[in-house]
């Protein structure tokens, strides 16, 4: 017997690049996760709500250095919730909307929010269904990723990303999925024994992919950087040029803590053999 329908939970990293690499991956009909996805449906919010969600961000980080607070920078814009069923089971559209606003409504009660920060709140909810193939054995059950941004009203919403928000998703979920659709959790009888299997891929490739963003961003850097100090070297503007050399070897020594490719681990070398 199932203790609850699964739900995970994850920060989404790397401030606007990380909520929009998310907004493209979850209409992405082409990505490779998504063989065994029959549709993708957008049930709440639009990309102009991912915006919406990194704007908040972006604004708060730069209060956040215009008042020149200690602690580290904002950096993760949103939590990214994935509740999902087991192959069998097509709740309509319609029901997967039911299920989903009544584990929003329990979030913003948790987070005990005011009048004004939920209306922005509601504003900043991100949820598409996927419809998976339920045939054969490979692939997840009907999904839904919902992703909430976690500033409103300049306050950051910790308690999204607590052990006791994800407890009570669960028993938001349980309810609503057998209160919506009428089936329980606890007769469900699992056909097939994969245990643990689709919660560490899925967190596998969400890691693997937030790497590459961060490898393609200091790639960029560290190109920026070299163009700058080649400007240097040109105009012979000696304190230019050393500021730029420190900065470039500061992102080389980030870059090779990276697991690159070969082709971008020669190229790395090369700028380091230029700037010696």
Same mark, same amino acid.
């Given at each position: 017997?199932?203790?609850?329908?699964?739900? &995970?939970?994850?920060?989404?990293?790397?401030?606007? =690049? +990380?909520?929009?690499?998310?907004?493209?991956?979850?209409? #992405?009909? &082409?990505?490779?996760?998504?063989?065994?996805?029959?549709?993708?449906?957008?049930?709440?919010?639009?990309?102009?709500?991912? $915006?919406?969600?990194?704007?908040? +961000?972006?604004?708060?980080?730069?209060?956040?250095?215009?008042?020149?607070?200690?602690?580290?920078?904002? /950096?993760?814009?949103?939590?990214?919730?994935?509740?999902?069923?087991?192959?069998?089971?097509?709740? /309509?559209?319609?029901?997967?909307? /039911?299920?989903? /606003? =009544?584990?929003?409504?329990?979030?913003?009660?948790?987070?005990?929010?005011? %009048?004004?920060?939920?209306?922005?709140?509601?504003?900043?909810?991100?949820?598409?269904?996927?419809?998976? #193939?339920?045939?054969?054995?490979?692939?997840?059950?009907?999904?839904? $990723?919902?992703?909430?941004?976690?500033?409103?009203?300049?306050?950051?919403?910790?308690? *999204?990303?607590?052990? +006791?928000?994800?407890?009570?998703?669960?028993?938001?979920?349980?309810?609503?999925?057998?209160?919506?659709?009428?089936? =329980?959790?606890?007769?469900?009888?699992?056909?097939?024994?994969?245990?643990?299997?689709?919660?560490?891929?899925?967190?596998?490739?969400?890691? %693997?992919? @937030?790497?590459?963003?961060?490898?393609?961003?200091?790639?960029?850097?560290?190109?920026?950087?070299?163009?700058?100090?080649?400007?240097?070297?040109?105009? $012979?503007?000696?304190?230019?040029?050393?500021?730029?050399? @420190?900065?470039?070897?500061? &992102?080389?020594?980030? *870059?090779?803590?990276?697991?690159?490719?070969?082709?971008?681990?020669?190229?790395?070398? %090369?700028?380091?053999?230029?700037?010696?």
């Amino acid at each position: 017997m199932l203790k609850n329908w699964t739900v &995970t939970t994850q920060p989404v990293r790397l401030g606007t =690049d +990380g909520v929009m690499m998310r907004e493209r991956y979850l209409l #992405n009909t &082409t990505h490779a996760n998504h063989k065994y996805t029959d549709d993708l449906i957008s049930i709440f919010g639009c990309a102009e709500t991912s $915006h919406r969600i990194a704007l908040a +961000g972006e604004k708060f980080r730069l209060e956040q250095q215009l008042k020149r607070k200690g602690g580290r920078p904002l /950096s993760s814009y949103a939590m990214e919730y994935c509740l999902t069923l087991p192959r069998g089971y097509r709740p /309509s559209i319609e029901q997967w909307q /039911s299920i989903t /606003s =009544d584990c929003c409504i329990k979030l913003a009660k948790y987070c005990k929010l005011t %009048k004004a920060e939920f209306a922005q709140y509601r504003q900043q909810i991100r949820a598409v269904l996927h419809q998976q #193939n339920q045939e054969g054995q490979k692939g997840t059950g009907d999904h839904v $990723h919902l992703i909430i941004g976690k500033v409103v009203r300049g306050r950051v919403l910790k308690e *999204l990303q607590k052990k +006791g928000a994800t407890k009570l998703l669960k028993q938001t979920f349980n309810h609503a999925v057998l209160q919506h659709v009428g089936i =329980d959790y606890r007769s469900y009888e699992p056909i097939e024994k994969e245990k643990g299997r689709r919660l560490s891929t899925w967190q596998y490739q969400y890691e %693997k992919a @937030n790497q590459a963003l961060e490898i393609e961003r200091l790639v960029k850097k560290m190109q920026s950087q070299f163009d700058k100090w080649l400007k240097a070297k040109e105009e $012979h503007n000696n304190s230019q040029q050393h500021r730029q050399k @420190n900065r470039l070897l500061k &992102t080389y020594e980030e *870059l090779k803590l990276r697991k690159l490719p070969p082709l971008q681990q020669e190229n790395l070398e %090369k700028i380091k053999q230029k700037i010696k």
